[in-house]
């Protein structure tokens, strides 16, 4: 069954960073290395919006929100994502949500609060 786990979200200050984590501990490496995968935020009130994507080949995007201080990457032989996020806005309050496809079959992570303080 599939599972995605989400960790790394808190509380941390204007400027400061924190590093979201997403792993796929039930996925096999070649499933994983033929994913589209990214992450998705949702502030309260909002509706939810695309933070970074990257493609299977590799090819990473952004929202311009974030271009220039966040970084998506992944570790294939631990099959897990990240989101590097630095110099963090309180605008940057929401909750983190991993996502991947794999052939058109999409899935998400639990979400993880990340609170960026004035």
């Known amino acids: 069954q599939l599972r995605l786990v989400e960790s790394g979200g808190g509380l941390v200050q204007a400027g400061g960073s924190l590093r979201l984590s997403c792993a796929f501990p039930?996925?096999?490496?070649?499933?994983?290395?033929?994913?589209?995968m990214g992450w998705y935020r949702q502030a309260p009130g909002k509706e939810r919006e695309l933070v970074a994507l990257?493609?299977?080949?590799?090819?990473?995007d952004y929202a311009d929100s974030v271009k220039g201080r966040f970084t998506i990457s992944k570790d294939n032989r631990k099959r897990t994502q990240y989101l590097q996020m630095d110099n963090l806005k309180p605008e940057d309050t929401a909750v983190y949500y991993c996502y991947r496809n794999y052939r058109g079959q999409a899935d998400w992570g639990q979400g993880t609060q990340v609170t960026v303080s004035s």
């Open positions: 039930t996925t096999i490496l070649s499933t994983f290395t033929s994913m589209d």
């Open positions: 990257m493609a299977r080949g590799g090819n990473t």
